[in-house]
T-cell receptor, first 112, second 114 residues
Framework: SQQGEEDPQALSIQEGENATMNCSYK?????LQWYRQNSGRGLVHLIL?????REKHSGRLRVTLDTSKKSSSLLITASRAADTASYFC????????????FGKGTSLLVTP | DTGVSQDPRHKITKRGQNVTFRCDPI?????LYWYRQTLGQGPEFLTY????????KSRLLSDRFSAERPKGSFSTLEIQRTEQGDSAMYLC????????????FGPGTRLTVL
């Protein structure tokens, strides 16, 4: 079963704008990760945030985590056409700790 | 390229046939995972190995599915008596024990069952 739910399902913005995607999950976690999937390519890990962290940055990416609300957000600043992809949040499966539960993803389109 | 590789990239088969996919993880990674992804959905966990031991199987992995990792290196996923509902992208990932929980994914094998 899929633990995470991303919101919105689809997002269309212009280059230079910021894109924000949200993820909600159901059960307690050790960490939450965000992955990107381009058309025809595999999943690429973007960033991991642990349950005791509230915010993390990596380049143009900013991730927040609110464990009390069981939610996370991914902000991509100054978006580029190359950011066009599907973005998934993934939580660890606390009963096993290793395999990931993915949401359905947010499809981001960045137009020039 | 030293990433995760999968073979074949595409497979078209007729219902009832058996198919086998191969995954070669990053060489020093001792955990290997199989996921299945259907259109418009995120990947769903199927099974994972630590070295050659298969430590967990999802309820999605019916008895028609079998996975092996005989020497703790590459892995195979076999589907017997394929059904149209098996059509999906099959993704393999690997990770390293004691590292951050990042998983490295292969490009996937797209299975179409006619």
């Amino acid at each position: 079963s899929q633990q995470g739910e991303e919101d919105p399902q689809a997002l269309s913005i212009q280059e230079g704008e910021n894109a924000t995607m949200n993820c909600s999950y159901k059960t307690s976690i050790n960490n939450l990760q965000w992955y990107r999937q381009n058309s025809g390519r595999g999943l690429v890990h973007l960033i991991l945030i642990r349950s005791n962290e509230r915010e993390k940055h990596s380049g143009r990416l900013r991730v927040t985590l609110d464990t009390s609300k069981k939610s996370s957000s991914l902000l991509i600043t100054a978006s580029r056409a190359a950011d066009t992809a599907s973005y998934f949040c993934a939580t660890d499966r606390s009963n096993s700790g290793y395999a990931l539960n993915f949401g359905k993803g947010t499809s981001l389109l960045v137009t020039p | 390229d030293t990433g995760v590789s999968q073979d074949p990239r595409h497979k078209i088969t007729k219902r009832g046939q058996n198919v086998t996919f191969r995954c070669d993880p990053i060489s020093e990674h001792n955990r290997l995972y199989w996921y299945r992804q259907t259109l418009g959905q995120g990947p769903e966990f199927l099974t994972y190995f630590q070295n050659e031991a298969q430590l967990e199987k999802s309820r999605l992995l019916s008895d028609r599915f079998s996975a092996e990792r005989p020497k703790g290196s590459f892995s195979t996923l076999e589907i017997q008596r394929t059904e149209q509902g098996d059509s999906a992208m099959y993704l393999c990932a690997s990770s390293l024990v004691l590292a951050l929980d990042e998983q490295f994914f292969g490009p996937g094998t797209r299975l179409t069952v006619l």
